[in-house]
């Protein structure tokens, strides 16, 4: 099946150490999204890539990094976790925005982050 | 920007109850409107969607939505609940050819058995 896949699933770092995050899809979506989610929270977006073009959101820290070395993955780097960093950070996909059915993303299982 | 909102924070019910979760929106343009539904320690899914047409929209595991463009509202119902609804539930919308998804904070559902 066409999936979205995260890894691990479950992370532990410690303060300031840096730490990435993955995904993969088999959907050959060229859009993907990261999102933080907090608990009891909606996930809020960090930023996104429109193919290899990196798009971040405003209030998305400097501490959060991406990279997209092809179409199938991309990476989420936290340069100096901070404790207020725990969370569960989402990977999705999206087709192309011009056609009507890719507005509808889909969702891997998520990365949960605790920081010690 | 759009911003999402939903009605209720923690509903609990029991089994064969029915289920309303109201969800209202502020935009106003043209939008597309989902439900998202992520069961315990499990991925967001997609429940049901609606971008134009009719406006009540039929999604999975029986599910249904009504879109009412007067009242910026997309309100999800169940006739019938099960104990295997228990889940979180997510209102999102994004406006049309937009790529950001605003989410609502989000329905936690409890079913009893």
């Known amino acids: 099946d066409a999936m979205v896949i995260q890894n691990p699933r479950y992370q532990v770092t410690q303060f300031g150490k840096p730490v990435t995050l993955s995904c993969s899809q088999t959907l050959n979506h060229n859009v993907m999204y990261w999102y933080q989610q907090k608990s009891s929270q909606a996930p809020k977006l960090l930023f996104h890539?429109?193919?290899?073009?990196?798009?971040n959101e405003a209030d998305t820290p400097d501490n959060f990094q991406s990279r997209r070395p092809n179409t199938s993955f991309c990476f989420l780097d936290i340069r100096s976790p901070g404790l207020g960093d725990a969370a569960m950070y989402l990977c999705?996909?999206?087709?192309?925005?011009?056609?009507?059915?890719?507005?509808?993303?889909?969702f891997g299982p998520g990365t949960r982050l605790t920081v010690t | 920007a759009q911003s999402v909102s939903q009605h209720n924070h923690h509903v609990i019910l029991s089994e064969a109850a029915s289920l309303e979760l109201g969800c209202n929106y502020s935009y106003g343009g043209t939008v597309n409107l989902f439900w998202y539904v992520q069961y315990p320690g499990q991925h967001l899914q997609l429940l049901l969607k609606y971008f134009s047409g009719d406006p009540l929209v039929k999604g999975i595991k029986g599910f249904e939505a009504e879109f009412i463009k007067s009242k910026f509202s997309f309100n999800l119902r169940k006739p019938s609940v099960q104990w295997s609804d228990t889940a979180e539930y997510f209102c999102a919308v994004n406006a049309r050819r937009d790529y950001k998804l605003s989410f609502g904070a989000g329905t936690t559902v409890t079913v009893r058995a």
């Open positions: 890539y429109y193919d290899k073009d990196f798009n």
């Open positions: 999705a996909t999206s087709s192309d925005w011009s056609r009507e059915t890719s507005y509808e993303q889909y």
